[in-house]
């Protein structure tokens, strides 16, 4: 294990979407300011840096985590992939496209968050049913929605919409 | 889920890219289509009979009456972007590179004066750039303008008195966020703390918290319409009931963002905020900033993160940052953290309502007589006291109720100043009006249905004048009661209410009638001033609403709006409502809502509130579009070779009419405007790009007798719902929940929807879970999102909406706001089925499953202070607070002589509280000890004293004291006894603790667990110490938490 000083820079090198990146921070740093502001990634929205609101949720080798909870330096050698990583060259991916469909979103605000989490989601259980997902969407406050176009939007990438799961 | 009515219908993505065709000559029955068939018969009937009403230049509006967008649920344009995470909040906005960061220290109390400031040592800290305290800002800032004039001046930093937790009372700037947040710790701040007032009843005749005012109450009028007094003597029947409103917030996502700049050679500040409007409040920015308004530029960012009316409160700091910058002579950015949200950004208002209601034998109401009282919060701040006068001419719900009483008190506490907040003004009034019509059919022994139905404005009233002067512009109210009814299947909710009943469950149903008002009347809030200092002021009135569209050299069309959006869509509507006007794809037209009041048109009506957008904006858009269309069709019938009246437009051309080979690409006639000025007609005019200024004249001044159309547009919605409560948790569930609205023409209802759903979402909070909780001492309490509790998807019900839409005659499009509305009839159509449920008269909310358990308990009996059983400590005197209580005991080796001079040497003592810095003696048997706190998120220094009282050696002794620290302030007080035992000594211990500031916002929930620990950690080491065994190093946070506690020295 590294030993990191307080105060002191240090370079913490992990790839983000596919890419291998790198910057200096300090211990304290967290993941989500080192990801907005050294890294320019604003995808990755910040709503409460207190863990509750699932703004932040991205994914670190394969599992969904807040970026508001983590520091910097506890990323290094890892693989990250958040919201930005999700549209293809051709458009939007499914999920995305079934948010637009269903009214899924209004500010947008959360919904890097959301997405990022339904994604991990999805890889995990691609069956998961209605009250699974809102299980997990319960990670996350969207004051715009009402969830009800999320719930639908999951629901049509999950396959549920017709109860079939 | 069940979507009804008007909103089934959904295009695909590709379905509407695709389609571009229209038919100019369709007439009404389009309209009549998209309506769908439940809607056949009056509301078409009523369309066309006010369909020649439209603003029009010449009589080629018939294209966007019958246009193929308005009125499909039309994916939004937005959501590409924002979906790959490239939306530009103001957070991702560039910051120049000269930029400081700017943090505030807040009020750890409610209530003190500020007897000094000690910057010195946060000014030398790395990377700070300045310390800014309130006696700077005076320099350079003057008070905000008030709509109540009173001597209680506002600014952006505390000046001399701190009023409530979190208020701003100095502004560290620095090179990062980080080293601006470490230097607020060393800020040292002496208060003398003032007697806290948190109550708005007894905030009436408490101290006045401004030193200027008599007394806290700072605007009382009575209003009378009709004759009130008469119907209440003559009134079969008086039904009275006192409701009050809790404090609430919309709370969006995203926190307040300010970059501010100034430069002194042009004296001018540049400000980018993501404010929301209204833009009455740049005038009070640009005053406070002591400039005139053209050299204070305020720009909004592309996208919002929510706001529901929030974010107006952005506007002090807007001033603050000013200064700042000012000061610092560079760019400052500041961005809010979700407790500096949580606890000072802004609130709706609690209110005490006392609401009479006089009734003839039948049931009809004949007058209403309303005694409210308004807590604002320390300060009447703009747009205060706007929340109570909003719905004046409403007050009588969707009601034909000719005789009106309203006494109006404003009050001030030691609370946040409250604002603009989703449903302003509305669910203070509509929780005590439909509980009580509830309570009034319970007296009558009638259903409350039926009490409501022999009371509603008649649909052949309509447009009807209220008695306190609204004008209720149009609706079938009965007849929307009747197809919710019907459509809702309320027979077949009874139906389970019997059933649940019969298997001995707790099962309600609950209804609300409400009206919805959208596009405030400026003058509304002038109602608050008597009909002479009116007359002195002038009149206020109207809500202008202006937008701009061009075309531009290619061709493309172009729009821009002052509407302020905050997530609802805007631009995916507006690009619908030009799209019909042009008879185009909406793809080709682009909307921008970045506002910038140095180069866009706006007025003081201009932003983001008051449902304004689908009357409003979208109006104006459409009356833009229509004239500069009259304008390209001057320069296509040249073109063309035939006479401007023949000019139609279809399939992104524009054609001859009856000849639709004569025909050119909608933008070659517009670039020639560009490309070619000469070559076009005169009567043309120059440059392609119309400003239209909407304006609404229904909404004039209040006149002499306090009559106000405070509102252009009145939706209804009528709401009813079953819940079933849990006879063990209190929890309340909602079985179904059916909303019916009738907002007039819906301009793309899948977006309507999506408003219903989110403002339901936020009323279902409001009545179930949210709460900005204040302490009797006036801490918050509600610092976190784990402690104010917004709906999360597990919490959110089936929603079955309903659709109506008698449009309304007074606004462009035929559309009503409609956004806000189930933040008025949520609450209490929620609190109306609990108490059918419960069979109580509840009157507050939330109906949190603790508040009900209260409700149908009684309050729990507050914990025994002398849980020893061998001897009885003297209960704690300090109980006047929320506060933390325990009691216990523990047994230590050692004879009570031993434990008690290890209590009495500071040296011993030291080592005994776990990780405590220092501990010195300040006099006999007092001392300072020096301790690091952190508990939940926050962590911090302080300064603890304490001081041993009423000894009794070696029997028992009493700590009194306090700590103080950037993490907030504590006092308290426990009792020692020390009992001899077989096996030693037996101590027991009682305490009470209060606390306030940041540790009392997030660590509530904490706190009863980390107080329990820490004092098992004290006695496990004063075990040791008695025991001579070496006690282990210092521990971490918790560990401190003892000494703060008032437990261990």
Request: one cysteine or more; glycine letters at 10%.
């Amino acid at each position: 294990m590294r030993y990191l000083e307080a105060g002191k820079r240090h370079t913490v090198r992990f790839t983000l979407n596919g890419r291998a990146v790198e910057g200096d921070a300090e211990p304290r740093l967290l993941l989500s300011d080192f990801l907005r502001q050294t890294l320019g990634a604003f995808g990755t929205h910040v709503g409460c840096e207190h863990g509750s609101c699932g703004a932040c949720t991205i994914q670190m080798d394969g599992k969904a985590v807040r970026s508001c909870l983590l520091y910097a330096v506890q990323v290094e050698g890892k693989a990250l992939t958040t919201v930005e990583n999700l549209a293809t060259p051709d458009g939007l991916n499914e999920l995305q496209a079934a948010m637009q469909k269903h009214h899924g979103l209004q500010c947008g605000f959360c919904t890097p968050g959301i997405l990022m989490s339904l994604t991990q989601l999805r890889e995990e259980e691609p069956n998961a049913d209605e009250a699974r997902i809102r299980d997990v969407l319960s990670g996350h406050i969207c004051r715009c929605t009402g969830y009800d176009g999320i719930v639908k939007a999951a629901l049509d990438v999950f396959g549920d919409v017709f109860g079939k799961n | 889920m069940t979507v009804q009515g008007a909103s089934r219908k959904k295009l695909s993505v590709s379905a509407w890219t695709r389609e571009t065709s229209i038919d100019v000559t369709e007439g009404p029955k389009c309209w009549k289509h998209r309506f769908g068939p439940s809607l056949l018969g009056l509301h078409v009937a009523y369309w066309a009979k006010h369909e020649n009403r439209f603003p029009s230049v010449n009589n080629s509006t018939e294209i966007s009456q019958n246009g193929k967008w308005v009125g499909q649920s039309m994916p939004r344009v937005e959501d590409p972007t924002l979906l790959r995470g490239l939306g530009r909040f103001a957070d991702d906005l560039p910051t120049p590179a000269n930029a400081c960061h700017a943090a505030f220290l807040r009020s750890p109390i409610a209530h003190g004066e500020i007897s000094t400031i000690d910057t010195a040592a946060a000014a030398a800290m790395p990377g700070v750039v300045a310390v800014i305290t309130g006696a700077d800002l005076l320099q350079y800032s003057a008070p905000f303008i008030t709509g109540v004039k009173v001597d209680a001046p506002q600014y952006a930093l505390a000046i001399d008195r701190v009023r409530y937790v979190g208020e701003p009372v100095a502004m560290v700037l620095a090179r990062d966020r980080y080293l601006a947040e470490d230097a607020l710790d060393a800020i040292v701040v002496d208060y003398q703390a003032l007697p806290p007032v948190v109550d708005p009843v007894a905030a009436v005749d408490a101290p006045a918290l401004h030193p200027g005012t008599d007394g806290n109450v700072l605007h009382d009028r009575y209003f009378r319409y009709g004759d009130p007094e008469d119907a209440f003597a003559t009134a079969a029947h008086v039904v009275e009931g006192t409701y009050s409103y809790p404090r609430n917030s919309c709370t969006p996502m995203e926190c307040f963002c300010v970059i501010a700049d100034y430069d002194p050679g042009a004296d001018a500040f540049e400000v980018m905020a993501n404010f929301q409007g209204p833009y009455t409040l740049h005038t009070i920015m640009a005053r406070s900033l002591k400039v005139p308004g053209n050299r204070m530029r305020l720009k909004t960012p592309p996208f919002s993160g929510g706001s529901y009316g929030v974010k107006q409160a952005v506007f002090p700091y807007v001033v603050a940052l000013g200064v700042a910058a000012r000061i610092a002579g560079r760019p400052v950015k500041w961005l809010e953290d979700r407790l500096e949200h949580l606890a000072a950004a802004t609130s709706a208002t609690n209110r005490v309502t006392t609401l009479r209601a006089a009734l003839d034998v039948d049931g009809r109401v004949l007058a209403l007589d309303y005694d409210q009282l308004e807590d604002c919060g320390a300060f009447l701040r703009a747009p205060e006291p706007a929340t109570i006068y909003r719905m004046h001419g409403n007050m009588t719900g969707a009601y034909a109720i000719e005789n009106l009483a309203i006494h109006n008190r404003v009050v001030v506490t030691n609370k946040t100043p409250t604002g603009l907040m989703r449903g302003f003004g509305g669910p203070q009034i509509y929780f005590p009006l439909e509980r009580l019509m509830d309570k009034a059919a319970a007296r009558l022994g009638l259903d409350p249905l039926e009490l409501r139905r022999r009371n509603l404005v008649p649909t052949a009233a309509m447009p009807y004048r209220t008695a306190p002067g609204a004008l209720l512009d149009s609706g079938d109210y009965a007849g929307s009661i009747d197809r919710a009814v019907r459509d809702g299947g309320l027979a077949e909710l009874i139906a389970r209410r019997d059933s649940a009943r019969a298997a001995g469950r707790m099962y309600g149903i609950g209804m609300a009638v409400v009206v919805e008002p959208s596009i405030s009347n400026m003058g509304y809030i002038t109602t608050l001033l008597s009909p002479e200092q009116r007359e002195r002021s002038g009149p206020k009135n109207g809500a202008l609403a202006t937008a701009t569209v061009a075309f531009d050299p290619s061709g493309a069309i172009s729009v821009a709006v002052s509407s302020v959006p905050q997530g609802q869509g805007h631009r995916t509507v507006l690009a619908q409502v030009v799209a019909d006007v042009f008879a185009c794809d909406p793809g080709e037209v682009a909307v921008a809502t970045e506002h910038d009041t140095a180069k866009d048109p706006w007025t003081i009506a201009s932003g983001n509130y008051a449902s304004r957008f689908a009357g409003a904006v979208a109006g104006a858009t459409h009356t833009a579009a229509l004239q500069l269309r009259d304008r390209l069709s001057l320069i296509a019938a040249a073109d063309l070779n035939i006479p401007p009246e023949d000019v139609a437009y279809g399939n992104g051309r524009i054609f001859a009419r009856g000849n639709p080979d004569n025909s050119l690409p909608l933008g070659r006639s517009a670039a020639k405007a560009h490309w070619s000025p000469l070559s076009i007609p005169d009567a043309a005019g120059a440059g392609l790009r119309e400003t239209a200024f909407w304006n609404m004249p229904e909404l004039a001044e209040p006149d002499e007798g306090d009559r106000i159309n405070s509102s252009g547009a009145y939706g209804f919605i009528f709401d009813y719902c079953g819940v079933e409560v849990d006879p063990e948790t209190y929890a309340v569930r909602i079985d179904r929940y059916v909303t019916m609205h009738d907002a007039g023409r819906l301009l793309n209802p899948m977006l309507a929807d999506g408003q219903i759903r989110g403002g339901f979402a936020q009323g279902m909070g409001a009545a179930l879970l949210e709460e900005l909780c204040y302490a009797p001492d006036g801490s918050f309490q509600a610092g976190t999102l784990a402690d104010y509790l917004a709906p999360t998807a597990m919490e959110i019900p089936e929603l079955t909406i309903l659709h109506d839409q008698s449009p309304s005659p007074f606004t462009p499009l035929g559309a009503k706001g409609l956004g806000e509305g189930n933040c008025m009839s949520t609450p209490v159509c929620i609190a109306n089925a609990v108490a059918d449920a419960v069979g109580e008269d509840l009157t507050t909310l939330p109906l949190t499953r603790s508040n009900l358990a209260e409700i149908l308990l009684g309050e729990e009996a507050p914990e025994s202070a002398s849980a020893s059983p061998s001897t009885p400590a003297p209960t704690p005197t300090l109980v006047d607070g929320h506060a933390l209580h325990g009691s216990g005991g523990t047994l230590v080796p050692a004879a009570p002589v031993e434990v008690w001079e290890l209590l009495l040497d500071d040296t011993k003592l030291a080592a005994v509280i776990p990780g405590c810095h220092a501990l010195t003696m300040t006099g006999e048997n007092a001392y300072r000890a020096d301790v690091t706190l952190g508990v939940g998120p926050v962590k911090g220094r302080f300064v603890a004293t304490v001081a041993l009282q009423d000894l009794d050696a070696p029997r028992s002794l009493r700590l009194v004291g306090g700590a103080a620290g950037p993490l907030g302030t504590s006092r308290g007080e426990g009792w020692l006894t020390l009992t001899e035992t077989e096996g030693g000594t037996q101590i027991d211990y009682t305490y009470t603790v209060q606390i306030s500031g940041k540790v009392a916002a997030v660590g509530g929930r904490m706190m009863d667990g980390a107080a329990r620990a820490l004092i098992n950690q004290f006695f496990k080491r004063l075990v040791s110490q008695v025991d001579g065994r070496e006690v282990e190093p210092a521990q971490g946070l918790l560990a401190r938490l003892l000494s703060w506690l008032g437990i261990g020295p």
